[in-house]
């Protein structure tokens, strides 16, 4: 078996199904037709074959009405001639036959019982078993009355076999048409839907050619119908989205190693120095105080990229419970006062209500955490930040307040992305490693909340935070 008819009997493919419902839906209407001629034209032979037996029966009626009244019928009618030349049986008894010309067929015993209660039960049409070779007879039976005495019956015959040639031939003939027309129906479908769905194996083998290093190229079909430009264009719109992650997947994986370079080259320039020099006293203090530095810049780097690449929304929610906004906001204020004391920053809470909301309680604490220290980092001395709670259209809203060197205009789009600095020699002096926002959003999205940011370079920034109240 072909391989494309192969094809076409797995009815799992497309092309399969098409043509099979076609063609059953062709192949049944077109024999649902042809068995309603087969029938039209069949009763047509019939009444006509019919109609001609009435009509000779009352023309052998009226022609040997002379023969038909006299005493000895048979007789009679022996010698007339008309009689002789019809395919005739008179009986003046249903079960006697008084006279059957030559060309009355002689049946088997039940052709001629059949006959006799015809004459009986005045059926007008009958159909008899005939001989084998030449089939049944269709018998029409009149009774003609006579004055003074019984009726006689007269019967007329005429085989059907011609009207079963006809209707035979028609049959095979409508077959033998109808499964030409299914065969030429066949091919012609299999060639359409393979032209139809010609685009489709075109876009399959496309898209296996495009690898994960070309996610830049696009599928160009041309000549397709509306649905398979709509299939495209999704595709192609996928790409897209697996394009944009791939590189910021890339991006952030290189960003990280260069992040995790820098305080592991100072290191190794410290422990380069101390194995060649030597040190005492104070330098020696000294070196393992930047070596501890380096040190506490790593972990914190290592702990935010754990960070962030693990707060994704599943995750974070599985331990959601109940949180008092205000109770973690006011734990965080201690841990932001311990920070700020160095710079003299004062710190102020402020809590208008104590909205609830439903999430991770840990996760929310890094929120305002690295929005505080951001806060203080960025900050003046002896300035002010403050803290506040409050409900806001059924948000609850944390917002931090500072008094710092603000936000450019041109750099807040980007300020939430992982390891964006807005002035990178100033974040690294002052110790942040970038990716303290992008972790912020990651955690409020995950909650279904948005940070929004206010910020007047040289006067301060506003960070709130809007999370759905439980
Ligand atoms: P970093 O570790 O550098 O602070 P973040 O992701 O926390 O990284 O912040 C990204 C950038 O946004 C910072 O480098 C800084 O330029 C800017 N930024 C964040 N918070 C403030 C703030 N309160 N005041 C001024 N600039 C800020």
């Keep these: 078996m072909s391989s494309s008819i192969r094809q076409l009997l797995r009815l799992s493919s497309v092309r399969g199904r098409l043509t099979f419902w076609y063609l059953l839906t062709l192949g049944a209407s077109l024999s649902g037709f042809a068995v309603f001629v087969f029938l039209v034209r069949a009763h047509t032979l019939y009444r006509e074959l019919e109609a001609d037996l009435q009509v000779r029966a009352h023309e052998a009626a009226s022609d040997l009405r002379p023969a038909l009244l006299s005493l000895d019928i048979a007789a009679a009618l022996r010698n007339d001639p008309r009689a002789r030349a019809e395919a005739i049986i008179v009986r003046t008894m249903p079960d006697t036959g008084d006279f059957r010309s030559p060309s009355f067929p002689w049946l088997d015993w039940r052709g001629e019982r059949q006959l006799a209660e015809a004459a009986r039960n005045r059926t007008p049409l009958v159909t008899v078993v005939g001989d084998p070779q030449r089939g049944a007879l269709r018998v029409a039976t009149l009774v003609v009355d006579r004055p003074g005495t019984a009726p006689v019956f007269i019967q007329v015959a005429a085989p059907t076999a011609a009207i079963e040639r006809i209707l035979g ?125 380096e040190i506490d810049r790593l972990r914190a780097l290592v702990r935010d990229l754990r960070l962030y690449t693990s707060a994704d929304a599943g995750r974070l929610l599985e331990d959601a419970v109940a949180v008092d906004v205000a109770g973690i906001t006011g734990d965080c204020c201690e841990i932001a006062r311990a920070i700020a004391e160095e710079k003299q920053i004062d710190v102020e809470e402020v809590v208008r ?61 980007h300020i939430f992305e992982p390891f964006y600095r807005a002035d990178a020699a100033r974040s690294r002096d002052t110790g942040g490693v970038g990716l303290g926002l992008a972790i912020v959003d990651q955690i409020v999205r995950a909650h279904g909340g948005r940070v929004d940011v206010e910020s007047t370079p040289g006067q301060g920034s506003t960070f709130a935070v809007h999370l759905p109240a439980a």
């Design 169 to 293: 031939q028609l049959a095979g003939t409508m077959i033998v048409a109808i499964m030409l027309v299914l065969g030429i129906a066949a091919y012609g479908s299999g060639v359409t839907t393979r032209r139809a769905l010609a685009p489709v194996e075109e876009i399959v083998s496309r898209a296996r050619q495009i690898q994960a290093q070309h996610l830049g190229e696009r599928l160009e079909i041309q000549g397709g119908t509306e649905e398979l430009d709509h299939l495209v264009a999704t595709l192609n719109d996928m790409l897209g989205r697996i394009e944009g992650s791939v590189q910021s997947a890339r991006r952030f994986a290189a960003d990280a190693s260069h992040e995790l370079q820098t305080p592991l080259a100072a290191m190794r320039t410290i422990v380069e120095m101390w194995a060649r020099e030597g040190c005492e006293g104070d330098d020696h203090r000294a070196m393992a105080a930047d070596l501890l530095d």
């Design 353 to 413: 209500e104590r909205p609830v909301v439903t999430g991770s309680p840990l996760h929310l604490r890094r929120v305002i955490l690295n929005l505080v220290e951001n806060a203080v980092r960025y900050s003046p001395p002896a300035s002010t930040i403050s803290i506040s709670v409050a409900s806001e259209n059924g948000d609850a809203v944390i917002a931090v307040r500072d008094q710092g060197c603000g936000i450019e205009r041109s750099d807040l789009p």
